[in-house]
C-alpha cells in the first residue's frame, strides 16, 4: 500500500513539475516587479474610431504590481492601474471631455485598474518570453467587467544593460484586449461625434524586482 | 451684378479656395489639433524587452477643418454678402 502510494505522489509531483510553464531564468521562486516609472516610460494606449476620424489616446501614467513564481506563470497575481486624468487624446477640449462626467468622471473613478485572475493558454517562446492569455477584471467608470488580455512577457536577468532603465531583473509586458464602452456605462459622444463602442486597449510596460 | 460687387465676389472665391488648399497641405484634418503623436524608435532593451515602439506627444498646433477653416469660410461669406449687398447700384436697385 505505502509502495502504491508513494509512486501515486511522486507521478502526481513529476506531472505537476512538467505542466509548471514558466520562465528559465537565474531567478527561482516567487518574484514580484512594480511597474513604478518615474520617467513615465511606461504606456497605455487606446484606440477608436469615428466617422470623421480615428481617435488614438494615451497615458504614460501607467502603476502596478504582478507577483508570480518564476517557474510557473500560472500563479500570477496582481493588477495594473492607469489614472483616468493623465489620458491624452492630442485634442485639449476632447481630453477635456473625455475626464468630464459624461464619459470616463475622472474625479470620481480616478484609476482604471486591471485585476489579475487567471492565466491560461501559454506558450513558451523562449527560455525568457512566453505568451499567455491573461484572463482578469478590467474596472472603468465604476463598472467592473472580465476582460481576456494577450499578453506578451518577457524576463531580462540584471544586466549593465537592464540597469541603464531600473535595478534588478527586468519584466517587459505588452498585453492587449479590447472592451465595449456600453458594458462600462460610458456615454459614446465625444465632442459630437459618436465614438465606436468597441476600443482597443494596449499595455506596454516594464517592471522591476528591485523598486 | 456691378463691377464692384463682382470683385468682391472673385476676392471671396479666392480667399475661400485659398483657405481650402491650405487646409488639404495641411494633412485635411477634421479638427484642429494641438499635438501629434509621434512613435519613438525602440532602444535595444527596449526591444528585448519585447516592447512595442511608444508615442510621444508633441505639441504642434495642426490646421483642420473645425473650428479655424470654417469658421475664416464662415467669416468671408458673411463679409462679402454684405459688400455685396450694399455695393449695389442704384441702376441694380431700379431694376427691381
Known amino acids: 500500500m505505502r509502495i502504491i502510494l508513494k509512486t501515486f505522489l511522486i507521478v502526481f509531483a513529476t506531472v505537476l513539475v512538467l505542466s509548471a510553464q514558466g520562465f528559465k531564468v537565474k531567478a527561482t521562486g516567487e518574484q514580484t516587479f512594480d511597474f513604478q516609472d518615474k520617467k513615465g516610460r511606461n504606456q497605455a494606449t487606446f484606440f477608436s474610431t469615428t466617422p470623421l476620424e480615428d481617435v488614438t489616446g494615451l497615458s504614460n501614467d501607467v502603476k502596478g504590481k504582478v507577483t508570480f513564481n518564476v517557474s510557473d506563470i500560472k500563479t500570477l497575481k496582481g493588477s495594473i492601474s492607469i489614472g483616468t486624468g493623465s489620458l491624452k487624446t492630442g485634442i485639449d477640449l476632447r481630453d477635456e471631455h473625455l475626464r468630464s462626467k459624461n464619459w470616463l468622471d475622472a474625479e470620481n473613478y480616478p484609476e482604471i485598474t486591471f485585476t489579475i485572475k487567471k492565466v491560461s493558454d501559454v506558450k513558451i517562446v523562449a527560455d525568457n518570453k512566453l505568451e499567455a492569455k491573461v484572463t482578469g477584471d478590467f474596472s472603468l467608470h465604476g463598472v467592473t467587467k472580465e476582460v481576456v488580455a494577450d499578453v506578451t512577457m518577457t524576463y531580462l536577468d540584471e544586466s549593465e544593460q537592464t540597469q541603464q532603465r531600473a535595478p534588478g531583473d527586468l519584466l517587459g509586458v505588452q498585453a492587449k484586449f479590447n472592451i465595449v464602452l456600453s458594458d462600462y456605462d460610458v456615454e459614446n459622444m465625444i465632442v459630437g461625434q459618436k465614438v465606436s463602442d468597441n476600443i482597443e486597449i494596449k499595455v506596454n510596460v516594464v517592471g522591476s524586482n528591485a523598486l | ?96
Open chain 2, 1 to 96: 451684378m456691378n463691377k464692384k460687387q463682382k470683385v468682391v465676389l472673385l476676392f471671396g472665391f479666392i480667399l475661400i479656395a485659398a483657405a481650402i488648399v491650405i487646409w488639404i497641405i495641411s494633412g485635411s484634418e477634421f479638427f484642429s489639433k494641438d499635438g501629434i503623436w509621434v512613435q519613438k524608435p525602440l532602444t535595444e532593451l527596449e526591444k528585448s524587452l519585447g516592447l512595442e515602439p511608444q508615442l510621444e506627444f508633441h505639441k504642434q498646433f495642426v490646421l483642420g477643418l473645425l473650428p479655424h477653416i470654417a469658421v475664416f469660410i464662415g467669416v468671408v461669406v458673411v463679409i462679402s454678402g454684405f459688400l455685396f449687398f450694399m455695393l449695389k447700384t442704384k441702376k441694380d436697385k431700379e431694376k427691381k
